[in-house]
């Protein structure tokens, strides 16, 4: 008995979308190393996040992707993770944050188009995958925390960390909005401009 490929989802039929906002799931994938070649105390000198290159650039991103109307926040960002970065792990349902960004096509301009809505997740990873759907357009690298932020190359990944850390020792995260998984958000059936390659 075989067991069937993964396959990447593709296209943007049930992409969701919130006041023309396209609304993205990711997560920071992560794991605790049993011990610290440092001998510190610090649960977080024994942290490693994995981030992933990002296509046709060198700079390093956290998996995410479309949240799509069959699947909640959380699944989008497993699903993201699974097919970016070849990981499958226990999602931690706090969510660390939300974010407005726009896509990297239309950084410079004003209007709506290219405007994201990220929330992001700390997943941590018990299963890592040889041959994972999207292996072919995205690497994976391993760094310590203090090592991801300089990685980092927007504001709100940063955030984003310093949500995560917030979370693993135990210190509050900052509240979100409540997040609907359903009837708020509208699909939008996609033009041909759609169908280039998201880079949200």
Known sequence: MSSSPLLSRKGRDQQRYDNQRRLVAGCIPYKL??????????????????????????????????????????????????????????????VLGVWEFRSKSTQDTCSLEGACRGYMFALEVTEELECYPEKDCHERKWVHVAEAYKCCRYDWMREALNSFKNLLTGKPVPPVPELSESSSFWIVKPNAADHAIALC
């Not at 992707?65 to 999602?91: H, K, Q, S």
């Open 33 to 94: 190393n049993r011990e610290d070649d440092t001998g510190s105390d610090d649960l977080l000198d024994r942290v490693e996040v994995l981030m992933i290159t990002s296509p046709g650039r060198h700079d390093l991103i956290f998996p995410k992707g479309g949240w799509e109307a069959d699947e909640t926040a959380g699944e989008a960002a497993c699903r993201e993770a699974l097919e970016e970065a070849g990981v499958r792990g226990i999602l931690n349902d706090t």
